[in-house]
């Protein structure tokens, strides 16, 4: 038994936990669970992809890869583009279907359903684009190094664990500190009366879907970084995100993310104990244990 | 002229399990509202439970217990109900939305079971040397057709009449209380959760005996014939007959997959080999459209208006169309 | 004559289009009044003020603040107009601070009015100021909707209106919300109240509107509605309790 599951389980779930943020935001201001979230991170990455690529051909010394990281400036400078088109994705997405069910006055379970047939539509775009064999940001290969004793990481790694916390503590700060997560904690809890305190919902609605798809373009990219980038990551990344979401407790930022990296650390762990091949199970059984303790999320209220 | 029809016969009792299927969802999602993403999934339980109960022995796996197919069809159907039994009792008091992600969650983790559970479901292979029905007949390919898609014919009357004797019996009614008035019905003393549950787990059976059915039409088994694109297909089946409407469920699943045939062998025809993949998954992103286009311009369906489902959507619009729903506190 | 602060021309307002709860309600409030809207159970008392509000659809008829046409503008920007509407459950952020509570609606306020206004509200409700950042969901009845006016009374608007604020407090407690709102309609503010209870509204008010069926069947001053017979015989009749029903 080695230490290596901890820095594969915390890249993992750093990712997860990205993702996670941005279910239980949607979950928590649209009131539904939204099945094509996954998508956004697989959106994330290929749009990346795409926008590295064209800089690279524009620009050969963009392709040069930074100090010891696998890859150059093209992805970072792809990875703020992709952040903002992730964005409009979703908002197209909204304005196309979710707005208009929310307009007709429909059922959650609905918006549920619908989210289903977005997310096949999305995904199988994907696929037809870019065609279903991987991709990746980059050929050149890292050799990790030891970082503690028995445990050792690339750089790409360490990079990872980084960017998470940093963009988690933006995204705590935003919410708890700002006027705009103040305008999204209020329509969170009541839209109704967040209306008459003279909250514009649908813009708080916009904000919240441009947030949850930039985080989930990051993930995507991330996974694309240290993995590798397939028109079903985000398929395969959907019931970990449920998962982490409910077991942050909806609406919790910070629940999600350490939800996410407990997700993320359990996989790790059961790879190395049982095997591989059981991996996508670990979510489920973490989740049918979460609904059969504690419903509302270890983070949650008792009465959420 | 006999090739003819007994590919009729073979296209129809294929659309006749689904059509089993889809009367099981049919009771959980037209008649009940309850979401269930995990439709592959028990249908491969149904499918499995059954081969495993019917083959003849095997060495190295599990079972081969070589039962009678009425046997294999009932555990089939008892298998797959149970779960959905478990998956709705964990998750039926909760939110709505958590039985749709538990059942999805259900059918990944069943997806691997039948991979790496070698022993029991012949891992990546599959289950070969299923029985079939009137499997005497095989030398004469058009009768042994007739029979079969007598078999299935059979299998749906007894599924529809039977559904209709429930949902019309003071059972079914308390079913249709629950959605009409919930409040109301709950003033009377009716447990919604124990009425939903009932009815999913009943739809879970008849989704398990459609598989079962399947199965034994086919005559082998693989994880692959049981991937999410299958719960797609079942559901976008339902939808376009009109989801409430029994008649509907039967005959959108033919439609469904007589268009869902055709389209295929047209991507086969059309398209050069290296692109045929591609094109399928230009076929999945229309019906993930289709779906979409159904629920934003017709929530009743194309088929069917029979509008089991129509209380709970005129209850969701009787609400403000700009404020969201209220009712759940969150902490963020 | 003072002017007119509200108008409402023929109103037809409900949930669903071809259910309507107010049938064509015609209705003048003049800057500075207190009006208090009284009826029977299901009469359409709450139903218009949400109308009035934007939660609630309407169907025809005209709503004017002032000279403004504020039919069909969204709820949110009601309050920009001069207009706030305190709903009757549910009106304050319960797992948002005090202060949190008081700085949401503060934010259509200009910058640098902000603080100052948070402190004025603090000043009117020295309740509230003690502790700033508890959370709101932990205050007791009274202060609740102490909070739930002050968040209302920050874009310091012009017109005030009250969904039945009395609801579920003790008796000791309506009279001391009751005297808030006199004192804030002696600042100027138009006051239009929701109350179920005739006889306490019509003590508070100065002038009362019955609706009956979503129309309105009485409509003149408190003292008026007091002496008047029928108005008595139907609504003052017994014990204050079951007059209303």
């Not at chain 3, 503010?189 to 306490?200: H, K, S």
């Given at each position: 038994?080695?230490?290596?599951?901890?820095m594969?389980?915390?890249?993992?779930g750093?990712?997860?936990?990205?993702?996670?943020?941005?279910?239980?935001?949607?979950?928590s201001i649209?009131?539904?669970?939204?099945?094509?979230?996954?998508e956004?991170l697989?959106?994330?990455?290929?749009?990346?992809?795409?926008?590295?690529a064209?800089?690279?051909?524009?620009?050969p010394?963009?392709?040069?890869?930074?100090?010891?990281f696998?890859?150059?400036?093209?992805?970072?400078?792809?990875m703020?583009?992709?952040m903002?088109?992730?964005?409009?994705?979703?908002l197209?997405?909204?304005?196309?279907?979710?707005g208009?069910l929310?307009?007709?006055?429909?059922?959650?379970?609905?918006?549920?359903?619908?989210?289903?047939g977005?997310?096949?539509?999305?995904?199988?775009?994907?696929?037809?684009?870019?065609?279903?064999?991987?991709?990746?940001?980059?050929t050149?290969?890292?050799?990790?190094?030891?970082?503690?004793?028995?445990?050792?990481?690339?750089?790409?790694?360490?990079?990872?664990?980084?960017?998470?916390?940093?963009?988690?503590?933006?995204?705590?700060?935003?919410l708890?500190?700002s006027?705009?997560?103040?305008s999204m904690?209020?329509v969170?809890?009541?839209?109704?009366?967040?209306?008459?305190a003279?909250?514009?919902?649908?813009?708080?609605?916009?904000m919240?879907?441009?947030?949850?798809a930039?985080l989930?373009?990051?993930?995507?990219?991330?996974?694309?970084?240290?993995?590798?980038?397939?028109?079903?990551?985000?398929?395969?990344l959907?019931?970990?995100?449920?998962?982490?979401s409910?077991?942050?407790?909806?609406?919790?930022?910070?629940?999600?993310?350490?939800?996410?990296?407990?997700?993320?650390?359990?996989?790790?762990?059961?790879v190395?104990?049982?095997?591989?091949?059981?991996?996508?199970?670990v979510?489920?059984?973490?989740l049918?244990?979460?609904l059969?303790l504690?419903p509302?999320?270890?983070?949650?209220?008792a009465?959420? | 002229?006999?090739?003819?029809?007994s590919?009729?016969?073979f296209f129809?009792?294929?659309?006749l399990?689904?059509?089993?299927?889809?009367?099981?969802?049919n009771?959980?999602?037209?008649?009940t509202?309850?979401?269930?993403?995990?439709?592959?999934?028990?249908?491969?339980?149904?499918?499995?439970v059954?081969?495993?109960?019917?083959?003849?022995a095997?060495?190295?796996r599990?079972?081969?217990?070589?039962?009678?197919i009425?046997?294999g069809?009932?555990?089939?159907?008892l298998g797959?109900?149970f779960?959905?039994?478990?998956?709705?009792?964990?998750?039926?008091?909760?939110?709505?939305d958590?039985?749709?992600?538990?059942?999805?969650?259900?059918?990944?983790?069943?997806?691997?079971a039948?991979?790496?559970?070698?022993?029991?479901?012949g891992?990546?292979?599959?289950i070969?040397?299923?029985?079939?029905?009137?499997?005497?007949?095989?030398?004469?390919?058009?009768?042994f057709?007739?029979?079969?898609?007598?078999?299935l014919?059979v299998?749906?009357?007894?599924?529809?009449?039977?559904?209709?004797?429930?949902?019309r019996?003071?059972?079914?009614?308390?079913?249709?209380?629950?959605r009409?008035?919930?409040?109301?019905?709950?003033?009377l003393?009716?447990?919604p959760?124990?009425y939903?549950?009932?009815?999913?787990?009943?739809?879970?059976?008849?989704?398990?005996l459609?598989?079962a059915?399947?199965?034994?039409f086919?005559?082998?088994?693989?994880?692959?014939?049981?991937l999410?694109?299958?719960?797609?297909?079942?559901?976008?089946?339902?939808?376009?007959?009109?989801?409430?409407?029994?008649r509907?469920?039967?005959l959108?699943?033919?439609?469904?997959?007589?268009i869902?045939?055709?389209s295929?062998?047209?991507?086969a025809?059309?398209?050069?080999?290296d692109?045929?993949?591609?094109a399928a998954?230009?076929?999945?992103v229309?019906?993930?459209?289709?779906?979409?286009?159904?629920?934003?311009l017709?929530?009743?369906?194309i088929?069917g208006?029979?509008?089991?489902?129509?209380?709970?959507?005129r209850r969701?619009?009787?609400?403000?169309?700009?404020s969201?729903?209220?009712?759940?506190?969150?902490n963020? | 004559m003072t002017?007119d602060?509200?108008?409402?021309?023929?109103?037809?307002?409900?949930?669903q289009?071809?259910?309507?709860i107010?049938?064509?309600?015609?209705l003048?409030?003049?800057?500075?009044?207190f009006v208090?809207?009284l009826?029977?159970?299901?009469?359409g008392?709450?139903?218009?003020?949400?109308?009035?509000?934007g939660?609630v659809?309407?169907?025809?008829?005209?709503?004017f603040?002032?000279?403004?046409?504020?039919?069909?503008?969204?709820?949110?920007?009601?309050?920009?107009?001069?207009?706030?509407?305190?709903?009757?459950t549910?009106?304050i952020?319960?797992?948002?601070?005090?202060?949190?509570?008081l700085?949401?609606?503060?934010q259509?306020?200009?910058?640098?009015?902000?603080?100052?206004?948070?402190?004025?509200?603090?000043?009117?409700?020295p309740?509230?100021?003690?502790?700033?950042?508890?959370?709101?969901?932990?205050?007791?009845?009274?202060?609740?909707?102490m909070l739930?006016v002050?968040?209302?009374?920050?874009?310091?608007?012009?017109?005030?209106?009250?969904?039945?604020?009395?609801?579920?407090?003790?008796?000791?407690l309506?009279?001391?919300?009751?005297?808030?709102?006199?004192?804030?309609?002696?600042?100027?503010?138009?006051?239009l109240?929701?109350e179920?209870?005739?006889?306490?509204?019509?003590?508070?008010?100065?002038r009362?509107?019955?609706?009956v069926?979503?129309?309105v069947a009485?409509?003149?001053?408190?003292?008026e509605?007091?002496?008047?017979p029928?108005?008595?015989?139907?609504?003052?009749?017994?014990g204050?309790?079951?007059?209303?029903?």
């Amino acid at each position: 038994m080695t230490l290596q599951p901890l820095m594969d389980g915390l890249v993992n779930g750093s990712i997860i936990g990205l993702g996670a943020i941005g279910v239980t935001l949607t979950y928590s201001i649209l009131r539904f669970a939204n099945f094509a979230h996954g998508e956004l991170l697989s959106w994330g990455a290929y749009l990346a992809l795409t926008v590295s690529a064209a800089l690279g051909a524009l620009l050969p010394g963009l392709g040069t890869p930074i100090g010891p990281f696998s890859f150059g400036w093209s992805v970072p400078i792809a990875m703020i583009a992709s952040m903002f088109l992730t964005g409009l994705v979703a908002l197209t997405v909204d304005w196309l279907l979710f707005g208009r069910l929310r307009n007709a006055g429909s059922a959650q379970i609905i918006l549920v359903m619908s989210s289903f047939g977005a997310a096949l539509a999305l995904r199988n775009l994907l696929e037809f684009i870019y065609t279903s064999s991987p991709a990746y940001f980059t050929t050149a290969l890292q050799i990790s190094r030891p970082v503690l004793p028995g445990l050792r990481a690339t750089p790409d790694q360490l990079l990872v664990l980084v960017l998470a916390v940093v963009m988690v503590v933006a995204v705590h700060l935003l919410l708890t500190r700002s006027a705009a997560g103040r305008s999204m904690r209020a329509v969170s809890e009541n839209p109704a009366l967040a209306s008459l305190a003279g909250i514009d919902t649908r813009a708080v609605i916009r904000m919240v879907w441009m947030l949850g798809a930039a985080l989930a373009a990051v993930g995507g990219i991330m996974s694309g970084v240290v993995v590798q980038i397939r028109p079903t990551m985000g398929l395969d990344l959907l019931l970990p995100l449920f998962a982490a979401s409910i077991l942050g407790g909806i609406g919790s930022v910070p629940g999600a993310m350490l939800a996410g990296l407990m997700v993320g650390l359990a996989e790790a762990f059961t790879v190395q104990i049982i095997g591989a091949e059981w991996r996508a199970a670990v979510s489920f059984v973490i989740l049918v244990a979460m609904l059969l303790l504690r419903p509302q999320g270890i983070f949650g209220k008792a009465a959420a | 002229m006999i090739d003819l029809l007994s590919y009729g016969a073979f296209f129809l009792t294929m659309a006749l399990t689904y059509a089993v299927i889809c009367l099981g969802l049919n009771l959980q999602w037209g008649q009940t509202g309850l979401f269930n993403v995990g439709v592959a999934g028990f249908v491969a339980v149904g499918a499995y439970v059954s081969s495993i109960l019917t083959t003849p022995a095997i060495d190295g796996r599990l079972g081969g217990f070589d039962l009678p197919i009425v046997i294999g069809w009932l555990g089939g159907g008892l298998g797959a109900g149970f779960l959905c039994f478990l998956l709705g009792a964990l998750t039926l008091r909760l939110r709505s939305d958590y039985l749709a992600i538990a059942t999805f969650g259900a059918a990944v983790v069943i997806q691997l079971a039948l991979l790496n559970l070698e022993g029991i479901t012949g891992g990546p292979f599959g289950i070969g040397f299923i029985p079939r029905p009137f499997g005497t007949l095989a030398e004469q390919p058009g009768l042994f057709a007739a029979a079969n898609l007598a078999v299935l014919i059979v299998l749906v009357l007894v599924c529809y009449l039977a559904l209709q004797h429930l949902t019309r019996s003071p059972w079914g009614r308390v079913l249709r209380a629950l959605r009409e008035d919930e409040e109301a019905a709950k003033a009377l003393g009716k447990d919604p959760v124990t009425y939903r549950l009932q009815a999913f787990a009943i739809g879970g059976f008849v989704m398990g005996l459609g598989g079962a059915a399947q199965a034994h039409f086919i005559g082998f088994i693989a994880p692959d014939n049981y991937l999410p694109t299958l719960t797609f297909q079942v559901w976008t089946m339902l939808i376009v007959g009109g989801s409430g409407n029994m008649r509907g469920a039967i005959l959108g699943a033919i439609l469904v997959w007589a268009i869902w045939a055709l389209s295929g062998s047209l991507v086969a025809s059309v398209f050069p080999p290296d692109q045929q993949a591609r094109a399928a998954s230009l076929q999945i992103v229309l019906i993930g459209v289709a779906l979409c286009l159904v629920l934003l311009l017709r929530p009743y369906g194309i088929l069917g208006e029979a509008g089991t489902l129509r209380a709970p959507l005129r209850r969701a619009l009787r609400r403000t169309p700009n404020s969201l729903s209220e009712g759940q506190k969150t902490n963020v | 004559m003072t002017p007119d602060i509200l108008r409402l021309k023929t109103l037809h307002a409900g949930y669903q289009p071809d259910l309507p709860i107010i049938n064509g309600i015609d209705l003048t409030v003049r800057q500075g009044e207190f009006v208090v809207l009284l009826g029977p159970n299901g009469a359409g008392k709450s139903t218009l003020v949400k109308a009035i509000a934007g939660l609630v659809p309407i169907h025809s008829g005209l709503v004017f603040l002032k000279e403004e046409n504020i039919t069909h503008l969204p709820a949110h920007m009601k309050l920009h107009s001069g207009m706030t509407f305190v709903p009757q459950t549910e009106n304050i952020f319960t797992q948002m601070s005090i202060r949190e509570n008081l700085q949401i609606s503060a934010q259509i306020l200009p910058k640098q009015l902000r603080a100052e206004r948070i402190e004025a509200m603090f000043a009117m409700f020295p309740d509230l100021a003690k502790r700033p950042s508890t959370r709101a969901g932990a205050l007791s009845g009274g202060q609740r909707q102490m909070l739930a006016v002050a968040r209302a009374l920050i874009t310091d608007p012009k017109l005030l209106i009250l969904d039945e604020p009395s609801a579920g407090l003790s008796p000791m407690l309506v009279d001391e919300v009751f005297a808030r709102i006199s004192m804030i309609n002696q600042t100027g503010i138009t006051i239009l109240l929701v109350e179920q209870n005739v006889r306490v509204g019509l003590n508070v008010a100065s002038r009362g509107v019955i609706l009956v069926e979503g129309k309105v069947a009485h409509d003149a001053p408190s003292d008026e509605l007091k002496g008047d017979p029928v108005v008595a015989e139907l609504y003052l009749g017994g014990g204050s309790e079951e007059t209303a029903q």
